[in-house]
């Protein structure tokens, strides 16, 4: 730890540990941006897409250009490659052939010379679906006798894992006490500003396609497979990306489509998402279930743990990640920061009639969290114990790190005690007996996790998820400019990596980041990587530039090389963590939840940039209040969506969120040079129970259905 430290002091004295102004925005300023609907290449057609308007249905037709038919031969489905034992995946169709499984499943396509006349063309089409019962919730999923989403997912359940870690048993033979309790994390989506969009185009003998995408080399990927055509002849560019969060970490088919169509009618094509169809149709989140169960000593030990964990995944698991997402990272990381060695789960992975299931920020972790954080709320209550006491009795020590968790995952430095320690939980305490004393409704909640970020190669194999590479690459070379210039294959997506990336590699290069031009991926010059999720950022990406930019300078010494490309896996994942606390006031009337004072102790390893730290914190707690007083995606008993448009899918505003008083702790990651850990999802993950606990103790509740909305939680008299 002494070289560790040494080495990021060294660090610090150049342009990494600065609050660097973001290097993107002047050019965002002047209206020079380059989202997919800025592109207008020249004879450029226009795709309307036709949704299925029903959850469950045999398709008998559509008139529209194109249908499944058209593709039959030509268009494979998309298929999640998988060698995780027991899971079922069916492939998804392009469009939809023989039956639809969800509301807004892509069932045909119209072309046409401008987007309104395809908007024209779409709404004069008539699909003629004859209904099906549709599954909804997990009772009817998992209902004997239940009709079956996919005839080949037996039980509509696409994967079962159990482990038992330790001896359970034994645990909870020497238990004091057992607690149990529920969690339930409603469905909710990312809808970030800038919804999806495609343009492609047509090459000799191939395509290029420009996207709004994390993932393009997966993206490029998946079209040369679908369409048959060699990986080299298939060029994908990510445009400027106007917010992420994970909805676009995955391969869709509108991308094969495009691609498809472009190749098919010899011209440029494109295709922008209105709203409500990304509220229907790009990746919904979480939508689960933790039952859990835990073993107590009467000092608020946990002794052993169990849990089951349901995941509603909708109707198809999506490429690359398939149905597993959501179901592993949560049972996985159900013991968070705390020494627990007996533990055993079941998780499921649930064929649903619903919108397919992808990546959010923090998947699968903001519903372990949830979990265990009111598990510990739970366990201060039943014996009369302070819930921060309960926390520290159970924290993983900083003299046991490095430290394996009981499920694998290997948490390299830290102090967990210290986040919750750099926090006022004295003073919020004593506001909350202040103001009760005025007999308003105050809480105090209080939230602590650990998380994985920047996850190399084995994990995904270990996970059986092939079409993930787990590497990142990066390029950085000297232009005719005079300028270096950096590629990697984690875009950027509106976060500030391109800031954050530069000062990386000026640091390498003995150079001002204001000298360093980051551009945006694309797979015709950068190498295979993985893209934009997990928080790789400043984990993988940042590592593969730093190498990259190091290895440019040692041989610009030499003999002037200048360009030189660096493939960086990781060979383990990195571990942040933190504490949230708040102080939140309900309303005794209207049930409404004011949030008085947030606080965050993080630590995410060396910080690149403490500026856009800070930014990322306060952006992912913006969400995290979101998903606990008022987001949901709510299908009716039919598989309808009732929840299409901002009238019903409510998201918060500024006079919603909350100012965040954010302190920053630093042990750095020992798994790569530069000591990062990732920052990108902390916010969210920690927040969304943070914000309930707190609620909870306003209230005295013991059950919480999230979101906490009025209607929820008003006092009744």
Request: hydrophobic letters at 40%; glycine letters at 10%; one cysteine or more.
């Given at each position: 730890?002494?070289?560790t430290l040494a080495r990021v002091a060294t660090l610090r004295s150049g342009p990494i540990g600065r609050s660097v102004r973001r290097l993107e925005e002047p050019r965002f300023l002047r209206g020079e941006g380059r989202f997919v609907d800025d592109l207008a290449p020249a004879g450029c057609l226009h795709v309307g897409l036709v949704r299925s308007p029903i959850a469950n249905g045999l398709l008998n037709g559509v008139i529209a250009t194109f249908t499944g038919a058209d593709l039959e031969g030509t268009c494979r489905p998309l298929v999640a490659h998988l060698t995780t034992q027991g899971v079922i995946s069916p492939p998804r169709p392009i469009l939809a052939v023989k039956r639809v499984r969800f509301v807004g499943e892509l069932i045909g396509a ?608």
């Open positions: 730890m002494t070289e119209c072309v046409a010379a401008s987007r309104y006349e395809a908007a024209d063309a779409v709404e004069q089409a008539s699909p003629d679906i004859e209904p099906l019962p549709a599954i909804v919730t997990f009772e009817d999923a998992l209902a004997t006798g239940a009709p079956l989403v996919h005839d080949d997912v037996a039980g509509n359940v696409y994967f079962l894992g159990r482990r038992v870690y330790g001896d359970p048993e034994a645990a909870f033979r020497r238990a004091d006490l057992v607690v149990e309790g529920e969690v339930r994390h409603p469905r909710v989506a990312a809808v970030p500003i800038e919804t999806r969009g495609v343009v492609a185009s047509p090459t000799k003998d191939g395509v290029e396609v420009w996207t709004s995408t994390q993932v393009p080399h997966m993206v490029a990927e998946a079209i040369s497979e679908c369409l048959a055509i060699a990986r080299d002849k298939v060029r994908v560019v990510t445009t400027d990306v106007g917010g992420g969060f994970g909805v676009k970490a995955q391969v869709y088919p509108e991308e094969i489509l495009l691609a498809w169509i472009a190749r098919r009618v010899h011209a440029p094509v494109k295709w922008i998402e209105t709203r409500s169809e990304h509220l229907q149709a790009a990746s919904h989140a979480r939508d689960q279930r933790v039952r859990f169960s835990a073993a107590v000593r009467k000092d608020g030990r946990v002794l052993g743990l169990r849990a089951t964990v349901h995941s509603s995944i909708g109707a198809y698991g999506i490429r690359p990640f398939g149905p597993l997402l959501d179901p592993l990272g949560t049972a996985g990381l159900m013991t968070g920061p705390y020494d627990i060695r007996d533990y055993e789960y079941a998780t499921y992975a649930v064929a649903t009639n619903k919108s397919p299931e992808g990546p959010y920020r923090g998947v699968g972790m903001v519903t372990a969290v949830m979990a265990h954080e009111r598990l510990m709320e739970l366990i201060a209550t039943k014996l009369d114990l302070d819930p921060a006491e309960v926390r520290r009795v159970n924290f993983v020590r900083a003299d046991q790190m490095p430290y394996r968790s009981v499920t694998g995952h290997p948490y390299e430095s830290g102090s967990y005690a210290s986040a919750l320690d750099a926090l006022d939980y004295a003073g919020l305490r004593a506001e909350q007996v202040r103001l009760r004393g005025e007999g308003r409704l105050v809480g105090v909640g209080i939230s602590s996790y650990v998380e994985y970020t920047g996850a190399g190669s084995s994990i995904f194999k270990g996970r059986g998820m092939l079409d993930i590479p787990g590497t990142d690459s990066a390029r950085v070379w000297v232009a005719d400019d005079g300028l270096v210039h950096v590629q990697t294959s984690s875009p950027a997506m509106g976060q500030g990596s391109h800031t954050s990336l530069a000062q990386v590699a000026a640091q390498s290069m003995g150079v001002e980041p204001e000298q360093v031009v980051v551009e945006q991926t694309d797979t015709a010059a950068v190498p295979g990587g993985t893209g934009s999720f997990m928080s790789r950022g400043s984990v993988t990406a940042a590592t593969s530039v730093f190498r990259a930019a190091s290895l440019l300078r040692d041989l610009q010494a030499e003999n002037g090389e200048l360009d030189v490309t660096v493939t960086y896996d990781a060979a383990q994942a990195s571990h942040p963590y933190a504490t949230h606390m708040c102080l939140v006031e309900v309303d005794r009337e209207t049930g409404a939840t004011r949030i008085l004072r947030y606080l965050v102790a993080e630590d995410c390893g060396v910080l690149i940039n403490p500026k856009l730290v800070e930014g990322q914190v306060t952006g992912g707690v913006a969400q995290a209040i979101g998903a606990a007083l008022m987001e949901e995606v709510v299908y009716g008993p039919d598989g309808e969506l009732r929840t299409g448009t901002f009238v019903d899918y409510l998201v918060p505003s500024i006079s919603e969120t909350a100012a965040v008083e954010v302190r920053h702790l630093m042990t750095p990651s020992t798994v790569h040079e530069l000591g990062t850990k990732g920052v990108g999802e902390g916010g969210t993950i920690g927040g969304t129970a943070a914000i309930a606990n707190a609620v909870a103790d306003a209230l005295g509740l013991q059950e919480l259905t999230l979101p906490l909305t009025p209607d929820r939680i008003v006092p009744r008299s």
